[in-house]
C-alpha cells in the first residue's frame, strides 16, 4: 500500500514537472522569455549624451545626440558600425569616412555641413548602421551591437573624428 502511494505520489509531481517544463519551452520558443528582450543601451563617450535611441529592423538608427564639450560644434558627418576599422580610429563598415554624404543617411537626413550644436543641447539625427553584410537589417527583438561617430568641428580647435556612443541595441 505504501509503494502504491509513493508511486502514485511521484507520478502525479513528475506529470506535473512535465507540463511546466513544456510550456517554459513553448513561451521560450515564442520569445516570451528571451533574454534578447532586454533593454537597449547608448553608452557616450564624456562630453556626448544619448537622449533617445532605437534602431528600426531595416537598419535605420534615430539618435537624439546632446553635447556638452563646453564650445559649439559643427557637424559634418556621424557613422554608425557593427566594428571600429582595424586602428580603432574610424567604422569599418558603411561611411567609413564619416561624411555627410547622403548615401548614408535615409532620405532626406543628411547631416550636412553646418549644423552647430550647442552645449547642452540636442539634435536629433537618422542614419543607416552598418555591419559587414552592409546595412544591418535586423528582426523585432534582435540586436545590434555597434558604434557612433561624430566627424565635427570645433571652432578654433580643428575638425575631429570620434567614436562618441557605443550602442547595444534592440531592433523595433
Not at 513528475?14 to 543601451?41: C, D, E
Not at 580647435?157 to 556612443?165: D, E, L, P, S, W
Request: proline share 6%; aromatic share 12%.
Amino acid at each position: 500500500m505504501r509503494i502504491q502511494a509513493a508511486v502514485d505520489f511521484l507520478m502525479a509531481y513528475g506529470i506535473a514537472l512535465i507540463i511546466v517544463s513544456i510550456a517554459i519551452a513553448v513561451m521560450i520558443k515564442l520569445m516570451f522569455l528571451t533574454p534578447t528582450l532586454a533593454i537597449s543601451t547608448c553608452t557616450p563617450q564624456p562630453g556626448f549624451a544619448c537622449q533617445y535611441y532605437s534602431i528600426s529592423t531595416n537598419g535605420i538608427l534615430t539618435i537624439s545626440l546632446a553635447q556638452d564639450t563646453g564650445t559649439p560644434i559643427d557637424i559634418e558627418g556621424l557613422a554608425c558600425s557593427s566594428l571600429p576599422n582595424t586602428t580603432g580610429n574610424k567604422p569599418a563598415y558603411g561611411n567609413i569616412y564619416v561624411t555627410n554624404s547622403i548615401a548614408y543617411y535615409p532620405p532626406s537626413n543628411s547631416p550636412g555641413t553646418g549644423i552647430i550644436l550647442y552645449p547642452g543641447a540636442a539634435q536629433t539625427f537618422n542614419l543607416y548602421c552598418y555591419s559587414s553584410g552592409g546595412i544591418a537589417k535586423g528582426y523585432v527583438g534582435g540586436s545590434f551591437i555597434g558604434y557612433l561617430w561624430l566627424n565635427y568641428t570645433v571652432p578654433s580647435y580643428g575638425k575631429i573624428t570620434q567614436q562618441v556612443a557605443s550602442l547595444n541595441l534592440r531592433y523595433s
